[in-house]
């Protein structure tokens, strides 16, 4: 399954963003639809807060779905970012959104060619019934 969607850049696109993943939730499994619609909301909360769009610019969702793994894009025409790791130093309380990326996907990364696109994959295996759908309790960083 192939999907996506865009939402305006301004205060109530991370929430609009996950409204517009339903199509998604009808065909994940919950723990993992929850995941993703974790992730994204924190991906866009990023794009309306560090990319400098206006209040009419878009951020585009895109989700392909497979057996075995889901795939994520959050492109904004934005400028992009220098990748910064969470010390113990950093802010408590904001810059959670890469953390959580990086701890709960199973690979992800940052292109910066026309816009930026943070992405992120899931295994999809890891919420299947076997172990009564609940989230993995290891992370596999590719």
Do not use: Y
């Not at 206006?54 to 970012?81: C, K, M, N, W, Y």
């Not at 969470?86 to 309380?93: E, F, I, K, L």
């Not at 990086?102 to 292109?111: F, I, S, T, Y």
């Amino acid at each position: 399954m192939e999907w996506s969607a865009h939402v305006v850049a301004g205060p109530e696109a991370a929430r609009n963003a996950r409204a517009s993943l339903g199509p998604v939730a009808e065909v994940l499994e919950p723990s993992c639809f929850e995941v993703v619609q974790l992730l994204v909301s924190e991906l866009v909360s990023n794009a309306v807060r560090h990319a400098d769009l206006s209040a009419d610019e878009q951020i585009t969702l895109r989700v392909g779905i497979a057996a075995g793994f889901v795939r994520v894009e959050v492109h904004d025409p934005g400028r992009g970012f220098a990748l910064q790791k969470r010390t113990s130093a950093s802010p408590q309380g904001s810059g959670w959104g890469l953390f959580l990326v990086e701890r709960l996907a199973d690979q992800w990364g940052v292109h910066t060619d026309g816009g930026t696109t943070v992405w992120f994959e899931i295994d999809r295996t890891q919420f299947t019934s076997r172990n009564g759908g609940q989230a993995r309790t290891h992370v596999r960083r590719g």
